[in-house]
Structures are given as structure tokens and as C-alpha cells.
């Protein structure tokens, strides 16, 4: 009996996929989207970086919101991964997916560094921005060591 | 006295406004941040629509998440107009900036009505929400119209 139920829920766990399949998003779409995404985060994420290194002078304000938004962006970045969007013009390996729980540990370290990076960069204190910009680029790099083509 | 002091802060004022005309972001990288807010926005945007269409059955907690995700997304997608972002392969028209006020107009309203979208969505009145979704799109047109290059 216990066979025969597990059979039919595979089967309808099958079925009820077949939908999604036939009807998901085009790779071509998510490579579109997951860009947007990154260019997103990158344009929020730039300016961080220059205050910290000390190329922009510190503005507390534009900080906070700007982390705020990176932080905000992390939160969606997964759904930029639709299984199957490494088909066409992307960086993206497919290490995504067959190393799934990898990518997952690095990208829920990406959005609690920079989680941590909007509390941090609200409290004002320059020295602790800076650091934790680094602990938030060094997230970001991980990912791209791993699950990124590299760029020649 | 008054004059002078004047004088002074305006001169100020053109200075320090310098570094940053010189250290704008390059036109390229403006349109490309610009294209990535807007396939955000579409892609959050995109079932929401096919939901108050009938074309995907109703999710509450999805239609909450992505519209509130549209929301967000547009009280950042101003910072995607810099000026002089349209030299190049982009579809904005100078309107933008030669028509200010008008483009405020229009993306103030796209703020609003996403805000009150996000707002409906999570109520999980269809009526409601589906009502609000065709508000949401008047609102994309209209900016579309009158400050988007049309498709040929």
C-alpha cells in the first residue's frame, strides 16, 4: 500500500510539473532578468565600495539607502536561477544547479552580508561600514569564483 | 555684503558641482542600469498581469510578493533617468528631461498606484486587485507613450 501511494504521488508531483516545464520562462528571458538584476546591485553596490576605499566621500545617507537597496536585491537574486538559464549568452555555470547546495550557501551568505552591510551602514560609524563592505564584497566574490565564467 | 556672500555660495555651488559632472556615470552604464530596473520591474509585473487577465490562477501570496516587489523597484527606477542617458542604443526619449515636470507627473503616478497594488494584493480581493493591476498598467503606458521611442 505504501508503494502504491508513493507511486501516485510521484506521478502527481510529475503532472503537476508538466505545466511549469511547458509554460516556464525562455532562458533567454531569465538571462535578461538575472542581468538586470546584477546590474542592479552593481550600481548600488559601486558607490559602497568607492566610500570605503575612500574615493567618494562618506555620506551616511546615501549609505544606508543604497545598502538598503543591495540588500533588498539580494533577497530576489535567487529567482534569477530558473533551472536550464545557462542556455545562451551568460557567465552563469551550470555548477548552479548541479551544486546546488553550494550555490545555496553562498547566496544566503551574500544576503546576510549585505543584510548586515544596510543595519551597519545606518548606524553612521565609518569603520564598521568599511569592514563590513569588504565582508560583503568578499560574498559577492565568492559566488563569482565558483558559479561564474570567468571573464578573459 | 549680501551680494558678495551670494556670489560666493554660487561659485561654491558650480565647484563642487564639477567632480561630479566630471565623474558622472558614463551615458552606456546609466542605459543599461535603466534596462535592468525595467526587465526587474516586467518580470515581477508580468504575472501579476496574466493573473488579473485569468491567464494564471490567482496566488495571493505570490501576487503580494511581486507586487510588492514592483513597488520597491519603483522608487528607484528615477535614479535611472540621469540626464544625457539618452546617447545611445536606448529607447528614452529627451522628453525626460526637456519635459520634466510631465515625466515626474507620470512616474509619481507609477509610484503611487504600484504602492497601492502592493497594498490591494495583499488584501486577496481579486476584484479588487485585478482592478488595481489595470491601474498599475494605465500607469506604465502612459509613461511609455509619451516618453518611450515606439517599437517599430
Redesign the interface.
Known amino acids: 500500500m505504501k508503494r502504491v501511494v508513493l507511486c501516485a504521488a510521484m506521478v502527481a508531483s510529475m503532472l503537476s510539473a508538466l505545466p511549469a516545464m511547458a509554460q516556464g520562462p525562455k532562458p533567454e ?1 531569465v538571462i ?2 538575472r ?6 546591485i552593481g ?1 548600488y553596490f559601486g558607490p559602497l565600495g568607492a566610500m570605503a576605499k575612500g574615493d567618494m566621500p562618506f555620506d551616511s545617507q546615501v549609505a544606508a539607502r543604497n545598502a538598503g ?1 543591495v540588500a ?1 536585491m539580494s533577497k ?1 537574486a535567487p ?1 534569477a536561477f530558473v533551472r536550464g538559464s545557462d542556455a545562451g549568452e551568460t557567465a552563469v555555470l551550470p555548477d548552479v544547479w548541479s551544486k546546488s547546495q553550494d550555490f545555496d550557501k553562498v547566496m544566503t551568505n551574500f544576503q546576510q552580508q549585505s543584510a548586515k552591510l544596510a543595519e551597519v551602514a545606518q548606524s553612521g560609524d565609518f569603520d564598521a561600514f568599511r569592514a563590513q563592505v569588504g565582508e560583503t564584497g568578499k560574498a559577492c566574490k565568492a559566488c563569482h569564483d565558483d558559479f561564474r565564467k570567468k571573464r578573459r
Open positions: 528571458d535578461e532578468f542581468q538586470g538584476v546584477y546590474k542592479v550600481w537597496i533588498d530576489i529567482d
